[in-house]
């Protein structure tokens, strides 16, 4: 059950029938929340084993990208996957499949072995990175968007200009469901 921090908006027992569900249930229920400090979720701790998770480091993301390298049979520099994990934003999904591209694409090439290098990465940076505006916060995104085209001179060319535009219009699109009202709460300040 998901987001179960969040319940209890427009579902006044969705509580209530969730712990029923879990003391009768011989099925182990899984219950994933944002906040375990939430008092909406007060009344389930007592039913709920609590196990908590933080986000890998990227010493830790590149120590397990260089062991999943060497079972595939490629070469990866501890520092070059470091990189990797920095540019995917900690992603841990997102370095699995730069390691697989990277493989394949060395392999396509016919190179035989596949060498993952830091100054190799740093020469195709642009096609690993992880889309910036995905990492960013809805708070940050709502900044790009009403402090619009701040920083651009007043001769820029149309493609900086279009750039610009471009930006702005993917941050809304970082929490479209909050980035109206967001804007609408910021915009005079």
Known sequence: MDEVDG?????RSGMA??????????VPIICICNDRQSQKIRSLVPYCLDLRYRRPVKSMIARRAVEIGQMEGMRVETNAAEAIAESCGNDIRQVVNCLQMWSNKKRVGGTSSVDMTYKAVR???SFINKDEILRV????ATRVIVEGCRGLSANAD????NASLYKRTDSYFVDYSLMGLNVHQNYLK
């Open 17 to 26: 029938e969730l712990i029923k569900m879990i003391k009768s249930s011989k």
């Open 137 to 140: 916060s809805m708070f940050d």
């Open 123 to 125: 020469e195709n940076q």
């Open 158 to 161: 149309a493609k900086t200009r």
């Open 7 to 11: 319940m209890g908006a427009g579902d």
